[in-house]
């Protein structure tokens, strides 16, 4: 029975026919290709290249002449003196560029000593206080509680100039006005 299909089946019995058809259809698309015989081989199997001619020993001399990796020496001195100026430029720029100053915002809580404190007189007190890198900013008065009111006052100080201790330290100085100074807030710019 499986002979019978076999015998209506065509295909594995004209397979030339097919090859044929598919080498006539790919030489159509892409032209006939040089050295093509009528044998019956698929034109999806790889042509070997053509055999190539024996190189005489004058052309092999020419290609032994081209250092393809080898270094000229003049052009390593220029790249060098190219990297040397190149850096040189590089610290030049660098030196010019001002350094990055570490600042902080601080919002200090000034608490006087009793509700008959004159906070006019205390704000002028806290800033009459003058450093290098110190900079004040805005204040505002916060009541406590029993009539009793604290200032508010924003700073911005340079890290490396002016530390907290230092600060509240010269505010507190002044007594007669200055119960204590917290910090409310404290952050980095």
């Given at each position: 029975m499986a002979t019978n299909f076999l015998v209506h089946e065509k295909i594995w019995f004209d397979k030339f026919k097919y090859d044929d058809a598919e080498r006539r259809f790919y030489e159509q698309m892409n032209g006939p290709v040089a050295g093509s015989s009528r044998q019956h081989v698929s034109p999806m199997r790889q042509a070997e290249p053509p055999a190539r001619k024996a190189a005489t020993a004058a052309e092999d001399d020419e290609d032994d002449a081209i250092d393809l990796f080898g270094s000229d020496e003049e052009e390593d001195k220029e790249a060098a003196r190219l990297r040397e100026e190149r850096l040189r430029q590089y610290a030049e720029k660098?030196?010019?560029k001002p350094e990055l100053v570490a600042k902080s915002?601080?919002?200090?809580?000034?608490?006087?000593w009793d509700d008959e404190t004159d906070m006019a007189q205390l704000e002028a007190c806290v800033r009459s206080v003058q450093l290098d890198g110190l900079t004040w900013?805005?204040?505002k008065l916060?009541?406590?509680?029993?009539g009793i009111r604290k200032l508010q006052i924003q700073c911005v100080v340079e890290d490396d100039k002016v530390g907290t201790d230092l600060l509240e330290e010269e505010i507190t100085k002044f007594e007669e006005h200055v119960q204590s100074v917290d910090i409310?807030?404290?952050?980095?710019i």
């Open positions: 660098k030196a010019r915002s601080i919002l200090l809580d000034v608490k006087p900013g805005g204040s916060v009541p406590v509680g029993y409310a807030a404290f952050n980095k």
